[in-house]
């Protein structure tokens, strides 16, 4: 058996790197090598001899999982679709923008939250992806979009906002958060790394205390009735129990307020009254507020609200002083957009099946 390095962070390498009797400054070495030069053949990493070139062949590899395809939408968003084997694929999806490029990266074949309006919850939940499948998201993603040693970097940011519950898959994703933060790696700053969770309160807690990182929160709702409808892990943990452990979270976070979520989806969640009960919810919680217009996808009931709630819904918040701002809906045409990300899971439930979105080979 050989071990895949490119999940192991610098720490694990040194430990790899001692059992091939190599010294530490080895695993720098390899994860520049890996992360920074996106190298996957021991032969090109020059500044090691032949000889340990060789042994590192024989004992490891360096894998990211199989891209089975790969759509650029009109607007430039791109999407991979990714094999994670035994008939399970997930999605990754670049956005890039004027002054920075973001990468959404997913932790889960499927999720278990079964949020109504979403339509990876809708395929039910395979299993947690490992640290290589996670941070191999983004060795691919940086490979494909050209990043060399001294290039400059299309990807700027990282978003745990697809496939999945990342605080479902806590030690994974938190693994492979440390490799996006790790200078010899990627270095990105904590405040362009968010995780999106849709609520998992002692999820919230344990990442403040492990691995600090800018926190985004699928609120959705103005109040209890109507979360637990859409987001059914509010059952377990309520609002109020949702917003302290927020608040507990900014004590130890790179940034000064939480993002939070908030899909508009006409008629059940967009009213000039919702908003005003949104507004006095959070106004204890150092926040911004981000619209999301609903993405539909096949066979779901909700629609999206129109561009005028939208406008309404986020005036009343802004007159109650909270900042809100309407995410910019990107690459639906090519099913990238929030919420449109299905894979190819295999439907355990059976209720939305969408063959359209099964690739063809
Ligand atoms: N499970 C995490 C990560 C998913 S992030 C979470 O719930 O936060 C994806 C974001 O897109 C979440 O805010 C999610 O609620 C939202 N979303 C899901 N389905 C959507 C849809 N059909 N249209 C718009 N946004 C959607």
């Not at 405040?191 to 999106?196: M, Y």
């Not at 999820?203 to 691995?211: E, F, K, Q, S, T």
Request: aromatic share 6%.
């Amino acid at each position: 058996m050989t071990v895949n390095l490119i999940g192991l962070d610098q720490e694990a390498l040194r430990g790899f790197c001692a059992g091939l009797g190599e010294k530490p400054y080895r695993a720098r070495q390899l994860l520049r090598w890996i992360h920074h030069a996106g190298v996957d053949d021991f032969s090109a990493m020059t500044d090691m001899s032949r000889v340990l070139r060789e042994r590192l062949a024989q004992s490891a590899s360096i894998g990211a999982p199989r891209v089975l395809h790969d759509t650029t939408a009109a607007d430039g968003t791109r999407k991979w679709l990714l094999d994670v084997g035994t008939g399970n694929a997930i999605e990754t999806v670049f956005i890039p923008e004027t002054n920075r490029g973001t990468l959404c990266i997913s932790s889960q074949a499927g999720c278990a939250l079964e949020c109504s309006f979403c339509s990876t919850g809708k395929q039910g939940f395979n299993r947690n992806l490992t640290v290589e499948e996670i941070i191999g998201q983004l060795w691919l993603a940086n490979r494909s979009l050209g990043r060399g040693v001294t290039e400059e970097r299309p990807i700027s940011n990282v978003v745990m906002m697809g496939m999945g519950e990342p605080l479902a898959n806590f030690e994974n994703v938190v693994a492979a958060m440390r490799l996006m933060l790790d200078d010899s790696a990627y270095g990105l700053s904590r405040r362009r790394v968010t995780l999106s969770t849709a609520g998992l309160v002692p999820g919230i807690d344990r990442l403040g205390d492990a691995c600090p990182v800018a926190l985004a929160v699928s609120l959705h709702a103005p109040n209890d009735a109507l979360r637990d409808e859409l987001v059914p892990i509010n059952r377990k943990y309520p609002i109020r129990e949702l917003l302290a452990a927020c608040l507990r979270y900014l004590s130890k976070a790179p940034r000064d307020f939480v993002t939070f979520e908030y899909v508009m989806l006409e008629g059940v969640n967009d009213s000039a009254d919702q908003a005003r009960e949104l507004a006095a919810l959070v106004r204890e919680v150092p926040c911004k507020i981000n619209l999301i217009p609903f993405n539909p996808f096949p066979g779901v009931g909700y629609r999206r609200s129109g561009p005028e709630a939208i406008a309404r819904f986020r005036d009343v918040l802004m007159q109650a002083g909270l900042v809100a701002t309407v995410r910019k809906t990107r690459g639906d045409d090519i099913a990238a957009a929030c919420g449109q990300l299905a894979g190819r899971v295999q439907d355990r439930t059976r209720r939305t099946r969408s063959p359209q979105q099964e690739p063809s080979r």
